[in-house]
């Protein structure tokens, strides 16, 4: 027979039987579900009485509110297995200004919190502005480079300034080169002032070497054959074009008429072609007037029709033209001619052209290569000759640089770095005559002008 306790997993057994319920029990939460056995005889009817916890409660019970550093928290203070909810909240932080404080420009800005309990209390650090202030301000020489240093403490900051001074420039030598060397301008200051040591070579000799006659189809020529820095000129000159009539020859019939030069080395040998007259065939027609004793042209292609000419044969045989001749303008080439004076010859010695040069050499020719301003060169070599010279005795610097600007001048060379030109030399010494300074001249600031 079976009993409720096998059926229910506990101490009943049987092989059958019938449960029946007696009643229900609701117990509270925290009690562990149960079936008791209520059956009073051995029957197959069996009475169980079942005990079912109920579902908990759940409420909420305090709220507390605790200091903003605390965590929050929640805890069950129910009983009997229902559910009372306690809670502990953190409230929010207060923040407020703590103190404001001013440190050196050096330190940097800071912020601390000084409040408790989860509050805030800030602390501000400030760095205040740094002073500037000038330090000390020295003169270095001219080679050292300006400088700024700052020697401030605490962040201020304190300039000390380091100026290099204008450099000194004075003329240290001026010394006499050979007429082979350049002119050369050196430096020996130190610490960055200028001493100019000046070199200034002589100057070198001026003749006249050859003059030679060539053809009118060479090019005039000038070289310079001179040796050790002295000058030897050699002209080339070509001679006047001798312009002469070769031939006249009579052309075929119906040709053009044509003038060739037949001249060599630049002179002019002119050949006529002059075509004769053609057999007519026909009528042959002309303008209404023309030009007495004019070359008659052919108009056209027809052979029946003349015109006038620019070009004339007179009754002498004498040939006249506005135009060119080969592409010579034969009239100019005339006037060139008329030009050469009677006696001329091609043939004249170097000797006899220098002489002939001597006859018109004067300030106003342009040669003035010999005299300058009418006196030798022996004459500027005397220091007694020079006009608004410094006063004092002895030779000065000033008067050493003009004696030798005056001999480089009388020895045909300029002041500067090359040689072959008087005229430059010229201009120095009559910028030093007119109390004008030289030294720009030679040291540099306006040196391009001289030596243009």
């Known amino acids: 027979m079976a009993t409720l306790s096998s059926l229910l997993g506990s101490s009943f057994q049987g092989d059958s039987g019938v449960i029946a319920i007696a009643n229900t029990v609701v117990v509270t939460p925290d009690t562990n579900p149960s079936v008791a056995d209520l059956t009073t005889s051995n029957t197959e009817l069996l009475t169980a009485q ?116 204008a450099a000194n420039v004075t003329i240290s030598s001026v010394s006499l080169g050979s007429n082979t060397t350049n002119a050369a301008v050196t430096n020996s200051g130190v610490n960055g002032d200028v001493a100019l040591n000046f070199t200034i070579p002589k100057g070198g000799d001026v003749a006249l070497g050859t003059v030679s006659v060539v053809n009118p189809s060479v090019n005039p020529s000038i070289s310079d054959v001179g040796t050790n820095g002295d000058s030897v000129f050699n002209f080339g000159l070509p001679r006047a074009a001798n312009v002469s009539i070769g031939t006249v020859s009579t052309g075929a019939a119906g040709t053009s008429a044509s003038v060739t030069n037949g001249g060599s080395n630049g002179d002019v040998v002119l050949n006529f072609t002059i075509p004769r007259g053609d057999t007519g065939t026909g009528d042959v027609t002309g303008p209404a007037s023309a030009t007495d004793n004019a070359i008659v042209r052919f108009d056209g292609t027809t052979g029946k029709i003349i015109q006038n000419s620019a070009v004339t044969i007179d009754d002498s045989g004498n040939i006249t033209t506005s135009g060119t001749v080969d592409g010579r303008d034969v009239s100019a080439d005339g006037s060139k001619l008329d030009g050469i004076e009677s006696g001329a010859t091609a043939d004249q010695t170097a000797s006899e052209i220098l002489t002939a040069i001597k006859t018109v050499d004067g300030a106003a020719s342009g040669l003035d290569a010999d005299l300058l301003d009418g006196q030798q060169g022996s004459y500027y070599l005397d220091y007694n000759n020079f006009n608004n010279t410094p006063s004092g005795g002895g030779v000065t610097t000033g008067k050493a640089i003009a004696m030798a600007i005056v001999f480089g001048w009388i020895n045909k060379t300029k002041i500067g770095l090359n040689h072959g030109s008087a005229k430059r030399s010229k201009r120095i010494i009559y910028s030093w005559i007119n109390r004008r300074s030289v030294c720009w001249h030679i040291c540099g600031c306006d040196y391009h002008k001289l030596c243009e």
């Open 50 to 165: 079942f005990s079912l916890p109920r579902a908990p409660d759940i409420s909420v019970g305090t709220t507390t509110i605790a200091n903003p550093n605390a965590n929050p928290s929640l805890s069950n203070s129910g009983t009997n297995g229902d559910t009372v909810l306690d809670f502990t909240l953190p409230r929010a932080a207060n923040v407020s200004l703590g103190s404001v404080s001013t440190v050196n420009p050096n330190v940097s800005p800071s912020i601390s919190d000084v409040g408790a309990n989860g509050d805030v209390t800030l602390n501000f650090g400030l760095p205040r502005a740094a002073n500037v202030s000038l330090g000390s301000v020295s003169t270095v020489n001219p080679n050292v480079s300006p400088s700024i240093t700052n020697v401030g403490t605490n962040g201020d900051v304190t300039l000390d300034i380091d100026i290099p001074r």
